[in-house]
């Protein structure tokens, strides 16, 4: 079984620092296998944004924590016009990650994380067809029998925020095909600021068995109708259990935990859990 940490959306430069000083306890006292930042580490990647959650990152690597992270498209100089076309992602790479596409194998569990963000869209990410072949061909060579985990800033789903509904990632078609071919388990992401749990076949016929976990923001002040959060996620054989700690104020609280099996090609909530709280 594998425990992750799924934070998102940290926004250093316009984040919390209480709450961060939370969110770091909070990982210390899990002791994940691995924590998964899906992106917008930063408010608008600046230098000094840059280095505020490279501190962040070294905090938990010194506690011995392995990190996993994605761009976001607050990665991606907004304002700086050459930098944003040229080297948009010069500053993430130095301070981050040099690879934008990191592989974490654990026991039981393969996570990939591809970068959506883009230079030309200022809010939407977009996924290429290098990058499909490159989930493909990725898992090919992974263990058939671990639970595959895709990692991305933005959802690569439609799904409802409130009485709206955000934007798929751009050419998300091309990505429902390498998820459903690659067989993908789970798929976490961030962007929109509020945690949500579904089933991808709930969500398009054609998609895969995939366990599609949205992450609130984490540390930033900017919330969006939920206060900020974030998930842990515990995989085990043809299960997983997903719990999202809400910021209360003062500490981090569980909000809600939900079991979640694999029968066949889709996700059901196992009902044994929902009898037992009843």
């Given at each position: 079984m594998a425990r992750l940490i799924h934070l998102s959306d940290l926004h250093f430069g316009a984040h919390d620092p209480a709450i961060?000083?939370?969110?770091?306890?909070?990982v210390n006292e899990a002791d994940p296998d691995l924590v998964v930042i899906s992106g917008d580490l930063t408010q608008r990647a600046k230098t000094e944004q840059f280095q505020q959650a490279c501190r962040f990152l070294e905090r938990l690597r010194d506690n011995a924590h392995d990190v996993l992270a994605v761009p976001g498209n607050h990665d991606v100089p907004?304002?700086?016009?050459?930098?944003?076309?040229?080297?948009?992602?010069?500053?993430?790479?130095?301070?981050?990650?040099?690879?934008?596409?990191?592989l974490f194998e654990l026991p039981g569990a393969i996570v990939l994380g591809i970068n959506t963000a883009r230079?030309?869209?200022?809010?939407?990410g977009r996924i290429s067809r290098e990058q499909t072949d490159f989930i493909r061909k990725t898992f090919e060579r992974t263990d058939p029998q671990a639970m595959r985990i895709l990692v991305t800033h933005h959802p690569l789903f439609a799904l409802p925020i409130g009485?709206?509904?955000?934007?798929?990632?751009?050419?998300s078609e091309l990505a429902l095909d390498a998820i459903g071919e690659a067989g993908v388990d789970m798929l976490l992401a961030g962007h929109n600021h509020q945690a949500s749990i579904h089933s991808a076949k709930d969500l398009v016929t054609r998609a895969g068995p995939a366990l599609v976990i949205q992450a609130g923001t984490a540390t930033s002040t900017r919330v969006r109708e939920q206060p900020q959060s974030?998930?842990?996620i515990e995989t085990g054989e043809n299960s997983a259990t997903v719990t999202v700690f809400t910021w209360r104020g003062d500490e981090f609280a569980d909000e809600d935990t939900q079991r979640f099996e694999q029968r066949g090609d889709h996700w059901c909530v196992d009902q044994r859990e929902d009898e037992a709280a009843l």
């Open positions: 961060v000083d939370a969110v770091e306890q909070q907004l304002y700086d016009v050459l930098r944003r076309f040229l080297s948009p992602l010069t500053r993430y790479m130095r301070y981050i990650d040099e690879t934008l596409c990191p230079s030309f869209t200022f809010k939407d009485e709206e509904v955000a934007r798929a990632v751009g050419r974030f998930n842990r």
